[in-house]
C-alpha cells in the first residue's frame, strides 16, 4: 500500500466494508471501522468474481480459517460476503483472504 492509500477511511473505501456493532436485536449502530473493546462486528464485504457454489465454498472456507472470525456467510447472487468477527480482525486480513483465494474486493 502505497502512503497515500492509507487510512481506515480510504480503506473502508477501497474494500467496500462496512461494519456493524450489535446493540441489540433492532437496535444496530454502524461503524465506519471496527474499533478495539467492541463486541462481535458484522462486515459485509463486496466480492468480484464468483461464479458459481464452488466459489462460495472457497470464500467461505477462506474467512472461516482467520483467528478471530465467528461466521461467514457468503451471498453469490449479491456478491457479497457477510463476516461475524471479534474487533481483533484487521480488514487487511480479511481483503488478503479473499484475494488469496483468487477473488477481488469491490
Ligand atoms: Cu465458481
Redesign the pocket.
Known sequence: MSRRDEGPAHFIAQVGLQCTRRLGKRDEANFTFPKKGLDLMISTVKIKG???????R?VTEALTGLPGVTGVTVDLEMGQAVVEHDPSVSLQSVHEQIAKAGYEIG
Open positions: 464468483m461464479s458459481c457454489n464452488h466459489c462460495v472457497a
